[in-house]
Every structure is written in C-alpha cells, then in structure tokens.
C-alpha cells in the first residue's frame, strides 16, 4: 500500500514537473512570436507606406501626361487630397497628424503583441518577461530607424532624418517598456521571496543596462538641443555598451535574446562600415578650401563630390585638420563643384569658422559620406514656393539655382523665392545665387531682415517691394542654429547686397494668395526650411489650400533639429 502511494506520489510530481516545463517551453514560445509579430507589425507600417508613395507616383505620372484630362482619377484624388490636408497639420508634440497616426498604429501593435497569448498563472512574472521581449524588439526598431543606409529612403522618399522623429519616439517607448519590465518582474520576485536572484550576474548587468538607459535618454532630453555633440558621442558609446550588456543579461543562445541583439549590433556595425568605406573612397584627393562669410558663415568647396549628389540633399562633411574624429550633416548648395555653406553655431561649426577665419582661402583635406536625403522633382511643378529662415536658405537656394538651369528657355515653372534673415549682411552669403533669381523671369525673390543693417553698406533693392506684415516669429540665433545641418553656397561678390524688407513675411497671406490665384489643373510645391514657428506656419496654411477641387499642393519640410 505504502508503495503504490510512493508510485502515485512519484508519478504526480513527474506529471506536474511535466506540465511544467512544456508550460514554461509555451511561453518561452509565445515570448518569441511576440516578437516576430511585433516585427511583422513594423514591416506592415512601412509597407503602407511604400505603397502609397509609389501609388502616388504612379497617378501623378499618369495625370501629368494626360493633361488632367483622366477622369477616373477624379475620385482617388479628391480622397487623397482631403486625408492630405489633415496628414500635414501640425499636432502638439508631434510634425503633424500623420506622424501621429503612425504613432497610435505603433502604440496598438505594440500592446496587442504585449497582452496576447499572455500566461496570467503567475502575472507578474510573466509579463515581466514578456516586457523583456518587447524591450528588446523595440530597441531593434529603434537602431533601424536610425540607420543611415536602408531601403527606405528609396522605397518610401523617407530617409533616416525624417524618420528621426519615430526614432526617438520608439525610443522613448523603449524606456517604458524597460522600466515596466524591471518593476514588474522585481514585484514578482518579491512576491515569491526570490530577491536573491537580484545578484546573480546577468541580473545585475541588466540593472545596469537599465541604468544607461534610463541615462542615454536623459542626456537626449536635457544636452541634445544645448550642446549636440557630446549628446552624439555619449549616445553613441551608450548604445554599443548597452547592446553588450543586454546580451549578457540573457547569454543563452537557446532562449534567443542574444540572437536578437546580435543580428541588430549586426546591422548598426554593418551601417557604420558602409559609411567608413564611402568616408574613405572620397577622402583620395579629396580637399576642402574655406572662405570666411559675414555673421559666423562659412564657404566650403570640396574638389570631389559624388555623382548622385543633388542640390538640398545633405552629407556628413569630414575634416580631420578642423576635428579628426568627428563628421557632420550640412545641406548641398551646389553640386559643381560640392559647396556648402555652413552656420557657425557651436563645436564643430565654431572650429570651422574660425580656421576660414585664421586663413582664409586655406585648403584642408577632407571627405563626406553621403549624399543623404530625398528632393522631389521641382520641374514637374509649374509653382514652386520656396521659404527659408536665416541658414536655411542653403536648402532653397540650391533648389531654386538647380531648378532655373534644368528649366533652361522653358516657361512651364514659376518660382517663389521667400527668404528671412536676422541681419541684412547674411544676404551676402548668396549674393551671386540671389542676382541669377532675380535676374530670371521665372523667379520672385523676396527677401525679409527682422533687424537693421549692422555696417554703413549702401544697400540695393532688389526685392519685391509689396509689404507683408508678420504672423511668423523667427527664434533667437541660438534656436536658429540649433542643426548642424546649416548649409553651403558660393561667397558672395562684395559689390553686391540686397535691401531686404523690414520685419518678418506674412507666409500665410503668400500662400493662400498664390494658391487662390492657381488654376485648377496647376501643380504647387511648397518647399521651407526654417525654424520651428516658421515651419509650423507653412504647415497649417499649405493644409488648409489643400483642397478637394482645385490646384494639386505638396509640402516638402526641411525642419532645424535632430
């Protein structure tokens, strides 16, 4: 009797160690395709994406050769017109209403694969585990999103800049995740007694982890906008010790985690090879020669460009005689020679400055890595309006002088050229680009300064002089030159310099008005770069001209800030 009581006991203990282990090996599973399907979420949002974009491209292309006379598109584009003209609207803490919606599609698929397939038998475990998962898919996402070499750019016209913004929100969705992770797996722990297992040594890396974390994003709220380079750097060092300290939080091949960071260190490792290699291919003969510009401007000619590079697209320019360790993103001006104009803000731009400043004319050896960035094709538009503030003219002068010479003797594009400046000497900078606008008959330049002129130069108009009262505040010179991504153009020629209207332009009116005054069939590309209330402007005046029946309108933002 007393034996088959121990068999039957023996036998329980075995069916339940069992059932055990195939319930810890279904959840083991589950965590996985949590995963897996977060991933498949992801790729499915920029699938959408892509689709739409190159539909889009497929209806303009047909519309355009059919001389608007295609009448089955009538009602694909009055309901793409009417998504497009809330898509672009600007919404509080985000670039607009469709960055916003690609956010709460995030947010769903991020909660569904959280909560599905979940084993409540002992939640707090449970979840903390599956948190784990989603922490580290979400630090996946995070490091593609910020990849400078991937498909997007080319599939979606959405390259890693633009994408900037989805990156720190993933990010921060990153934290969430962790901390959720941490506290409800340590409830647990206290719940069952285990606090022990807090010093065991993978334990105690991810704590770290955690940590660093907890501090990279803290340094991004708080040092990023003040002082970006350390920002960079330390992001830069925390993410690679982060990635080793979340594998060796969870070494163990055959739970896969580490499976997991491999393959995205893999592929953060492959991005910067790609970038090293093409640094290195234009470093062969390759110089810069800097030329000193009023107001903290600097000129950059460099002897080799790459073939594919386009004017308002962008490259990380490297000089080691200015920093050896160090490249940073500037506009392309020019593309014959590669110029760019640079902002002299703070670090590397203030170093850069103040050598053109030491030598002026001087030639240094340089390189770049690029170009980066997507430009739609202005000459299929018949207006273009182009608004900058301050240094962001080095995207809309490089736009404006590219597309005149692709026009040639053609009529069929008008272009409007808005410019606002602080002090009226930074109109210098594009002096020679400036007479070729306004010597065309396809261009209205008009130029805006928001102070007085700060020398004794007889000044030339040579602007609109219809005046435009202001609804746009321009931010101070520090938020103005908040990027490094301030770029080039030729030196000015001294004997010439524009009288700008005073205050700031009424972009509002400007755009509504060039809008009222389109015919139906005409195709209007409003292009800005500019600060944060100048964009925001552009924004909401080109989304309220989007209509139903009436001009086709695009929005191409090029916005200060990384």
């Not at 020669?289 to 697209?313: D, E, F, I, Q, Y």
């Not at 005409?522 to 925001?536: E, F, H, K, T, Y």
Request: glycine share 6%; net charge positive.
């Amino acid at each position: 009797m007393a034996n088959a009581t121990a068999t039957a006991a023996a036998q329980a203990k075995a069916a339940k160690a069992k059932a055990t282990k195939l319930a810890k090996i279904l959840r083991q599973r589950n965590n996985e395709r949590s995963a897996k399907f977060f991933a498949a979420a992801m790729v499915g949002i920029m699938v959408i994406f892509i689709l739409i974009h190159w539909t889009r491209i497929a209806f303009k292309t047909y519309e355009r050769r059919s001389s608007g006379k295609a009448t089955f598109l009538r009602f694909p584009v009055r309901v793409t017109r009417a998504a497009r003209s809330v898509l672009v609207r600007k919404l509080p803490l985000f670039p607009s209403t469709g960055h916003a919606l690609v956010f709460v599609g995030y947010l769903a698929a991020t909660i569904t694969v959280t909560f599905t397939k979940m084993d409540w038998s002992t939640p707090l475990n449970n979840l903390g585990k599956r948190l784990g998962w989603i922490s580290v898919a979400n630090l996946g996402l995070v490091t593609f999103l910020a990849l400078k070499n991937t498909p997007l750019a080319f599939l979606t016209a959405y390259s890693y800049e633009r994408l900037n913004v989805l990156h720190r929100i993933a990010g921060y969705s990153l934290i969430v995740s962790m901390i959720l992770h941490t506290t409800i797996y340590l409830a647990g722990d206290i719940r069952q007694g285990k606090l022990s297992n807090l010093r065991e040594d993978d334990q105690v890396v991810g704590i770290i982890a955690g940590f660093l974390m907890l501090l990279s994003v803290a340094l991004a709220v708080l040092v990023r906008k003040m002082r970006y380079e350390i920002f960079y750097v330390t992001h830069v060092v925390l993410f690679i010790v982060i990635m080793i300290l979340v594998g060796m939080h969870r070494p163990d091949f055959a739970k896969k985690t580490v499976i997991g960071v491999i393959v995205i260190g893999s592929l953060w490792f492959a991005d910067r090879v790609i970038r090293s290699l093409r640094t290195l291919f234009f470093s062969f003969g390759n110089t810069a020669t800097l030329t000193p510009l009023s107001h903290g401007g600097t000129r950059v000619v460099l002897r080799k460009s790459p073939g594919r590079a386009v004017s308002g697209t962008h490259c990380f320019l490297w000089i080691p005689g200015v920093r050896a360790l160090e490249s940073h993103p500037f506009t392309i001006t020019s593309t014959k020679p590669l110029e760019l104009v640079v902002a002299a803000y703070d670090g590397f731009t203030r170093d850069l400055h103040a050598a053109a400043v030491k030598n002026p004319g001087q030639t240094l050896k340089a390189s770049i890595d690029g170009p980066y960035g997507n430009i739609p094709n202005f000459a299929n538009f018949t207006k273009v309006v182009l608004i900058a503030g301050g240094s962001g003219a080095s995207f809309t002068v490089g736009i404006a002088i590219d597309l005149l010479r692709k026009l040639g003797t053609s009529q069929t594009t008008t272009i409007e050229f808005i410019w606002t400046v602080r002090e009226p000497e930074m109109l210098e900078w594009f002096s020679e680009q400036l007479k070729e606008l306004t010597d065309s008959p396809l261009v209205n330049v008009r130029l805006f300064s928001t102070r007085g002129s700060t020398s004794d130069s007889t000044l030339v108009s040579s602007s609109d002089e219809e005046k435009n009262s202001s609804t746009d505040p321009l931010p101070s010179s520090k938020n103005e030159h908040d990027i490094e991504k301030q770029l080039a153009s030729p030196i000015s020629s001294t004997d010439m310099v524009f009288s700008p209207q005073g205050g700031r332009p009424d972009i509002a009116a400007i755009v509504d008005e060039i809008a009222e005054k389109a015919e139906d069939n005409d195709r209007i590309a409003v292009a800005a770069c500019g600060p944060d209330s100048l964009m925001q402007v552009t924004r909401s005046t080109v989304a309220k001209n989007i209509k139903v029946n009436g001009p086709s309108i695009e929005l191409h933002v090029e916005q200060f800030g990384w």
